[in-house]
């Protein structure tokens, strides 16, 4: 395959990945600033894909740059998280960023006594607690999660949550950018 084979591609996969997402090309437009003209030409492929384009596709469907274009995978297809510290907490990420279900562990330390944030944005989020106790701020909600308890929420209500101690605290989290829900109970 030339590389003009492999750019020929792209635009399929990004009407592919816009479209799995359920965004209508106005929605892409006006949450990446790219003219609806413009991402219709890239959809076709009328239009070259270029860096300054692919960018903010890229950050709106929270995908790497190689899975955006499709870049061909190398070597062992294992999967080799690197996980990070900040403010003490260790997230290591499980998904490798991809598809629409972010999955990701954290450890947080014992902090009573740290105020606890709350946000705000779109998305779902379904924690739960393998160890430790989490305490969670949903609105004006204070509630104490246990280890082998979950909690699912719209992320759109105001939300943080930390470790009340005294033990450490292990999450597994799972977050969906457009907002649906996990199924933990099986039909009847």
Same mark, same amino acid.
């Given at each position: 395959?030339?590389?003009?084979?492999?750019?020929? !591609? @792209?635009?399929?996969?990004?009407?592919?990945?816009?479209?799995?997402? !359920?965004?209508?090309?106005?929605?892409?437009?006006?949450?990446?600033? &790219?003219? &609806?003209?413009?991402?219709?030409?890239?959809?076709?492929?009328?239009?070259?894909?270029?860096?300054?384009?692919?960018?903010?596709?890229?950050?709106?469907?929270?995908?790497?740059?190689?899975?955006?274009?499709?870049?061909?995978?190398?070597?062992?297809?294992? &999967?080799?998280?690197?996980?990070?510290?900040?403010?003490?907490?260790?997230?290591?990420?499980?998904?490798?960023?991809?598809?629409?279900?972010?999955?990701?562990?954290?450890?947080?330390?014992?902090?009573?006594?740290?105020? @606890?944030?709350?946000?705000?944005?779109?998305?779902?989020?379904?924690?739960?607690? @393998?160890?430790?106790?989490?305490?969670?701020?949903? #609105?004006?909600?204070?509630? @104490? &999660?246990?280890?082998?308890? #979950?909690?699912?929420?719209?992320?759109?209500?105001?939300?943080?949550?930390? +470790?009340?101690?005294?033990?450490?605290?292990?999450?597994?989290?799972?977050? +969906?950018?457009?907002?649906?829900?996990?199924?933990?109970?099986?039909? #009847?």
């Amino acid at each position: 395959m030339t590389h003009h084979d492999e750019l020929a !591609g @792209i635009g399929d996969r990004l009407r592919a990945i816009r479209e799995s997402r !359920g965004l209508t090309l106005r929605a892409v437009s006006e949450a990446s600033g &790219i003219s &609806i003209s413009t991402l219709s030409r890239l959809e076709s492929g009328s239009r070259r894909a270029q860096l300054d384009l692919l960018l903010p596709l890229a950050r709106l469907y929270r995908l790497p740059l190689d899975d955006l274009v499709g870049a061909p995978a190398l070597g062992d297809p294992r &999967i080799h998280p690197r996980p990070r510290l900040r403010d003490g907490i260790v997230t290591v990420p499980l998904s490798g960023g991809t598809g629409s279900w972010e999955a990701f562990k954290q450890v947080h330390p014992p902090a009573p006594e740290k105020p @606890i944030r709350q946000w705000v944005h779109p998305g779902w989020d379904w924690i739960y607690v @393998i160890s430790g106790r989490m305490r969670l701020l949903l #609105a004006d909600d204070d509630l @104490i &999660i246990e280890a082998g308890e #979950a909690a699912e929420f719209d992320t759109r209500v105001p939300h943080g949550f930390g +470790n009340p101690g005294p033990d450490v605290l292990e999450v597994l989290c799972l977050f +969906n950018p457009q907002g649906a829900r996990v199924h933990t109970r099986a039909s #009847a």
